[in-house]
């Protein structure tokens, strides 16, 4: 499975946009990105998931490069209870079925 | 919206005894996992579930055992629970194929085993 790199942790002011990076330089070409957070004390929720091309949905947008080695997911408005662990994991057809959370984002937006 | 609840949301436990926690599922999902959560070492697959009366072993198998007999419902069970076992257990369901990375977690149970 391809290894995914994340920064420890990120700020963003409220009403501003998140845009939380993620390299995953050695992802082959049937593996997906998927996103996940964990706000505290509670599961770890689905948010979304692309191959090559962009992804929005209610939640947020995933920008993918050309060259697939990096995303960015972006929380367009962020509020207060956006401020959460996001974990990018990268997936595909013979990853098994276990979620490889890593260590994750911390993402603490500010008033 | 898909809902995964689990029993407890606090269960505090005496070594040695048998500890049964429960994970219902409203989406018709077929797959379902029980993870665990520890600081420092993020979410480790304990067993998985495909089917009804189907399961296997995910990455820490020892000392847990699972049961499935209808779909909505899944159990993992500590057959006789040690300190070691003190950790945050996580219920997921998802559905089959391509969406079996969407998955859908439950709040949580804390043990604590004393």
């Known amino acids: 499975d391809a290894k995914t790199t994340q920064p420890p942790s990120m700020d963003c002011a409220e009403g501003r946009a998140a845009n939380l990076p993620c390299n995953h330089s050695?992802?082959?070409?049937?593996?997906?990105v998927y996103w996940y957070r964990q706000i505290h004390s509670q599961g770890p929720q689905y948010i979304i998931h692309g191959l090559k091309n962009n992804e929005t949905n209610e939640m947020a947008s995933l920008i993918i490069t050309e060259d697939r080695k990096s995303s960015t997911l972006i929380l367009p408005h962020a509020t207060l209870r956006d401020t959460a662990v996001y974990y990018c994991?990268?997936?595909?057809?013979?990853?098994?079925?276990?979620?490889?959370f890593g260590k994750g984002t911390s993402l603490l937006v500010t008033p | 919206d898909v809902k995964v609840t689990q029993s407890s949301r606090y269960l505090v436990k005496r070594t040695g005894e048998k500890v049964f926690l429960e994970c219902v599922q409203d989406?018709?999902?077929?797959?379902m996992f029980w993870y665990r959560q520890d600081p420092g070492l993020g979410l480790r697959l304990i067993y998985f579930?495909?089917?009804?009366?189907?399961?296997e072993k995910g990455d820490i198998p020892e000392g847990y055992s699972v049961s499935r007999e209808k779909k909505e419902r899944f159990s993992l069970i500590l057959e006789s629970a040690s300190t070691n076992q003190t950790s945050m257990y996580l219920c997921?369901?998802?559905?089959?194929?391509?969406?079996?990375?969407?998955?859908?977690f439950g709040p949580g149970t804390r043990l604590t085993v004393t």
């Open positions: 989406m018709d999902h077929e797959n």
């Open positions: 579930s495909y089917d009804v009366k189907m399961k």
């Open positions: 997921a369901s998802s559905p089959t194929g391509q969406k079996a990375y969407e998955q859908y």
């Open positions: 994991i990268v997936r595909g057809a013979n990853s098994g079925y276990a979620l490889n």
């Open positions: 050695t992802i082959s070409g049937n593996e997906y």
